[in-house]
Every structure is written in C-alpha cells, then in structure tokens.
C-alpha cells in the first residue's frame, strides 16, 4: 500500500525554541494533507488541513501563527512548532491521499514532541 | 458529519473472531464508513471501507446494515497484533482527493492468550 512517511519519529526539545516536522508521501501525490495531534489517553484531533501550493485551513481553536503549515510540493508538507512550551508535547500526526476519488487516507508514524 | 458510537473496549481470545460494532444512526447517504486502528503509539493504520455493500479483504470483513445505521468490523482470527484501538468513521470524499477524518473514541480491542 501507499505509504506516507514522517520525520523525525521523536524530538526533545527546549522551552522557546521552534521544531520542524515533516511529512512526505512516498509513492504518490497529494494536493492535500492533514495534521492531527493527540494527548496521552486521548483520540486524534485534527489541527489543519494543508493544501499544496495554498494557505493551510485550521481548525477551530489551532493557534495558525504557532502552527505554521508549508506543503511546497505534491509529495512533502512540514508543521513547524513555533515557540514550542511544554502544553506543546504531544504525538503529532499526518495523513495524506492519492488524487484517486475514494482512496483512502494513510498516515505517518507520527511524530512524539516532548518540550523541556 | 455523522456521529458514531463504539463500546470503549473489549476482549477476545486469540483465534477466535473479533467483532466490532459501530453505531452511526445519523450516517449521510454520500458518506462511506471507514474503520482504522491505532496500535499504541503509532500513525493510524487502514483496514476497510464499504459504502452500502459488504466488504472483505485481506485483514477483515465489514458488515453494513442495509439501513446503514450500523454496521461491524469482523477480524476473523484475532492475533495478539490485532490489540489496538480500533475507529469507525463516516466520511465523505473531498473533491479532487482528500480524506479529512473525524476521530471519536474508538474501541481498545484486548486480544489475550
């Protein structure tokens, strides 16, 4: 199956600093990709929709200014962390589709951020 | 998009069949239901879809009510790799590609000795 992949896998990083994750599909295309984030003990919630070549959407809520989104090519999106605190750690995850109608979504193995 | 309720775990033996059930009552017509899982600490893994038809392949089988109010993932011989959280996910395709999935709670299947 298609796979996408996400680096890096884990991070530690210090109070105030920034952090860049990224997200590539491997072996297809994809104009849109999505990044989720999830608490210990908690279900995915989805931050933001990135769309190749155009601004990210955010969901409700996701500061867009702190969670910047850049997808520069059909097969790579980053989020960058930006002045990451320690409410920041948390295990960071993309998924992305084919352009084929009905594919279905393939994640990353996510990313675990933790801010010291 | 559509609601969906799940019991928050279960167990099964090793072997024998997991069934997994899915409220989604409220379930647009355009929506298929997706089922994913969740081993700890990883990305999400796809199992199957199905929009109105059952639907099996090489991991499991997806029961769909005809009313499609609800419908039941069947992992017929669990293996202690199938423990994970598993999620039931009405979608509707974006245009142009895309699958924008809301995540509710899931069940946490126990596979045991």
């Known amino acids: 199956g298609a796979v996408v992949s996400q680096h890096p896998s884990w991070v530690i990083c210090k109070s105030g600093t920034s952090v860049k994750i990224e997200c590539r599909s491997l072996d297809f295309q994809a104009t849109t990709m999505f990044w989720y984030r999830q608490f210990p003990k908690q279900s995915l919630m989805l931050m933001a929709t990135?769309?190749?070549?155009?601004?990210?959407?955010?969901e409700q809520g996701v500061e867009k200014d702190k969670f910047l989104i850049n997808h520069a090519s059909l097969t790579l999106s980053t989020l960058t962390v930006t002045s990451a605190h320690p409410e920041d750690s948390s295990f960071y995850i993309c998924?992305?589709?084919?352009?084929?109608?009905?594919?279905?979504?393939?994640f990353g193995q996510g990313t675990r951020l933790t801010v010291v | 998009d559509a609601k969906t309720t799940q019991p928050p775990s279960m167990d099964c033996a090793e072997g024998r069949a997991a069934n997994l059930p899915c409220n989604h009552s409220t379930i647009s017509g355009n929506e298929y239901v997706y089922w994913y899982r969740q081993i700890h600490s990883q990305g999400p893994q796809y199992i199957i879809h199905g929009l109105k038809n059952n639907e099996t392949n090489e991991m499991a089988s997806l029961i769909i009510t005809e009313d499609r109010k609800s419908s039941t993932l069947i992992l017929p011989h669990a293996t202690l790799r199938d423990t994970a959280v598993y999620y039931c996910?009405?979608?509707?395709?974006?245009?142009?590609?895309?699958?924008?999935?809301?995540f509710g709670t899931g069940t946490q299947l126990k596979v045991e000795l």
């Open positions: 990135s769309n190749e070549g155009s601004k990210a959407t955010y």
């Open positions: 998924s992305a589709s084919s352009l084929d109608p009905g594919s279905e979504a393939f």
């Open positions: 996910i009405p979608n509707r395709v974006l245009t142009g590609g895309g699958n924008k999935l809301t």
